[in-house]
C-alpha cells in the first residue's frame, strides 16, 4: 500500500507538507504546481515552491517530496524539468488536472485532457529531458466536460514516458463537488500498464477502504483529508493491519504540531498570509475535532501575530502539562 500526500495551491504547501509528514504514514509528497509559461525560471523560483529540495528532495521528517510542473509548450516544459532535474528532486510530476479557470484559459491544467496529442508531446518531452534515474508522473481528472477521452488521455501519458498516474475522480466540470466517482477508474486501470493512484473525497478510513474497493487501486493520494485528519494516513494503515483505532491521532498530539505549523507561517509566508493561514487549517480541522471549532472562533477574529503566538504558546503549554 502507497499512500501519497496530494498538492494543493495555497493550502497544502511546504509549510503544511512538513508538519503532515511529521505526524507519519505518507509515503510521498507531491508539490503544488509550478507554472511554466515561456522562460526558463530560475532556480530559486523551484526552491521557494519545494524549498525541500536543499533537504535531499525530502521533508525533515525524511519524506520525498516529487515537484510538479503545468504548462502547455512541450518545449518550455522540458527545459525547465531539465533545470529543475539538476536540483534533485524526488521525480517530476505534470499536472493535467487543474480546474482553475485562470489555468484553462490559458491551455494549461485540465484543459488539455481535450487533446490527446498534446498530452504525449508534454510527457515525451519532458521524460527526455531528465536523467532516466528519475520517475515522471502525471496527474490527471476524468476529463474536462465529460470522460469520453480519458482512456486516450491516460495511454497518451503512459506513450509518453509517464511510470505513474494519479486520478482525481472528477472531471474539471465536477470541480471539487462530491462525489468524486471512483468507479471511473477501472476503466482507466484497465486501458494503461502503469500504476494508477486513486484521489478524492477520501475523509475517512472506511472512504479509503472502499475507494480502494471500488477503484481496484492500492495506492491512494489524500487531499483535504489528511488536512482535516492530519492522522488519517496513521489510521489507514492501523485498520489495515487489522488494528484499527490503534493509532488514532487526537487533539492534544495535534498541539504541538500546529505550534510548529504557525511557528514555520511566520518564519516563511508574507505577514499578510500568517493569520489566515492558521485559520484556514482550523477551519478544515473542524470536520474532525470539536476542540478545533472552539478553537477556531477563538482565533476568526484575531489579526496581531504577537497575540496568535501567545494563544497558541498556551494551547500547546496547556497540552504539555496535561
Given at each position: 500500500?502507497?499512500?501519497?500526500?496530494?498538492?494543493?495551491?495555497?493550502?497544502?504547501?511546504?509549510?503544511?507538507?512538513?508538519?503532515?509528514?511529521?505526524?507519519?504514514?505518507?509515503?510521498?509528497?507531491?508539490?503544488?504546481?509550478?507554472?511554466?509559461?515561456?522562460?526558463?525560471?530560475?532556480?530559486?523560483?523551484?526552491?521557494?515552491?519545494?524549498?525541500?529540495?536543499?533537504?535531499?528532495?525530502?521533508?525533515?521528517?525524511?519524506?520525498?517530496?516529487?515537484?510538479?510542473?503545468?504548462?502547455?509548450?512541450?518545449?518550455?516544459?522540458?527545459?525547465?524539468?531539465?533545470?529543475?532535474?539538476?536540483?534533485?528532486?524526488?521525480?517530476?510530476?505534470?499536472?493535467?488536472?487543474?480546474?482553475?479557470?485562470?489555468?484553462?484559459?490559458?491551455?494549461?491544467?485540465?484543459?488539455?485532457?481535450?487533446?490527446?496529442?498534446?498530452?504525449?508531446?508534454?510527457?515525451?518531452?519532458?521524460?527526455?529531458?531528465?536523467?532516466?534515474?528519475?520517475?515522471?508522473?502525471?496527474?490527471?481528472?476524468?476529463?474536462?466536460?465529460?470522460?469520453?477521452?480519458?482512456?486516450?488521455?491516460?495511454?497518451?501519458?503512459?506513450?509518453?514516458?509517464?511510470?505513474?498516474?494519479?486520478?482525481?475522480?472528477?472531471?474539471?466540470?465536477?470541480?471539487?463537488?462530491?462525489?468524486?466517482?471512483?468507479?471511473?477508474?477501472?476503466?482507466?486501470?484497465?486501458?494503461?500498464?502503469?500504476?494508477?493512484?486513486?484521489?478524492?473525497?477520501?475523509?475517512?478510513?472506511?472512504?479509503?477502504?472502499?475507494?480502494?474497493?471500488?477503484?481496484?487501486?492500492?495506492?491512494?493520494?489524500?487531499?483535504?483529508g489528511i488536512v482535516a485528519d492530519p492522522g488519517l494516513a496513521r489510521a489507514i494503515?492501523?485498520?489495515?493491519?487489522?488494528?484499527?483505532?490503534?493509532?488514532?491521532?487526537?487533539?492534544?498530539?495535534?498541539?504541538?504540531?500546529?505550534?510548529?505549523?504557525?511557528?514555520?507561517?511566520?518564519?516563511?509566508?508574507?505577514?499578510?498570509?500568517?493569520?489566515?493561514?492558521?485559520?484556514?487549517?482550523?477551519?478544515?480541522?473542524?470536520?474532525?475535532?470539536?476542540?478545533?471549532?472552539?478553537?477556531?472562533?477563538?482565533?476568526?477574529?484575531?489579526?496581531?501575530?504577537?497575540?496568535?503566538?501567545?494563544?497558541?504558546?498556551?494551547?500547546?503549554g496547556a497540552a504539555a502539562s496535561e
Open positions: 500500500m502507497t499512500l501519497l500526500l496530494a498538492p494543493m495551491e495555497g493550502l497544502l504547501d511546504f509549510v503544511l507538507r512538513d508538519v503532515l509528514t511529521r505526524v507519519g504514514g505518507v509515503d510521498r509528497c507531491v508539490s503544488e504546481f509550478i507554472r511554466i509559461t515561456g522562460s526558463l525560471l530560475p532556480d530559486k523560483v523551484f526552491l521557494r515552491y519545494v524549498p525541500e529540495l536543499q533537504h535531499g528532495g525530502r521533508t525533515l521528517a525524511g519524506v520525498p517530496v516529487r515537484a510538479q510542473l503545468l504548462g502547455s509548450d512541450p518545449v518550455c516544459m522540458a527545459e525547465n524539468a531539465a533545470r529543475l532535474a539538476m536540483l534533485g528532486p524526488e521525480g517530476i510530476d505534470l499536472n493535467f488536472g487543474c480546474p482553475a479557470k485562470v489555468v484553462n484559459r490559458h491551455g494549461g491544467g485540465a484543459a488539455l485532457l481535450q487533446e490527446p496529442e498534446r498530452i504525449a508531446a508534454i510527457v515525451t518531452a519532458v521524460r527526455r529531458a531528465v536523467p532516466a534515474h528519475l520517475p515522471v508522473s502525471a496527474k490527471m481528472r476524468l476529463g474536462f466536460n465529460d470522460t469520453h477521452l480519458m482512456r486516450e488521455c491516460a495511454q497518451a501519458m503512459q506513450a509518453g514516458g509517464a511510470a505513474e498516474l494519479v486520478v482525481h475522480a472528477r472531471t474539471k466540470a465536477d470541480g471539487y463537488r462530491p462525489p468524486a466517482y471512483w468507479e471511473q477508474i477501472p476503466v482507466i486501470r484497465a486501458a494503461v500498464t502503469i500504476p494508477v493512484v486513486a484521489n478524492g473525497e477520501i475523509w475517512t478510513v472506511a472512504d479509503a477502504q472502499r475507494c480502494r474497493e471500488v477503484s481496484g487501486c492500492d495506492a491512494l493520494m489524500l487531499g483535504r494503515r492501523a485498520a489495515d493491519a487489522g488494528q484499527p483505532g490503534t493509532d488514532t491521532v487526537v487533539w492534544a498530539d495535534l498541539l504541538p504540531h500546529l505550534a510548529a505549523f504557525w511557528q514555520l507561517v511566520c518564519d516563511d509566508l508574507e505577514p499578510r498570509q500568517r493569520a489566515g493561514r492558521l485559520k484556514q487549517w482550523l477551519n478544515l480541522l473542524r470536520r474532525r475535532f470539536t476542540e478545533a471549532e472552539v478553537a477556531y472562533q477563538h482565533v476568526r477574529t484575531m489579526t496581531d501575530q504577537r497575540a496568535i503566538t501567545a494563544w497558541v504558546a498556551g494551547l500547546a
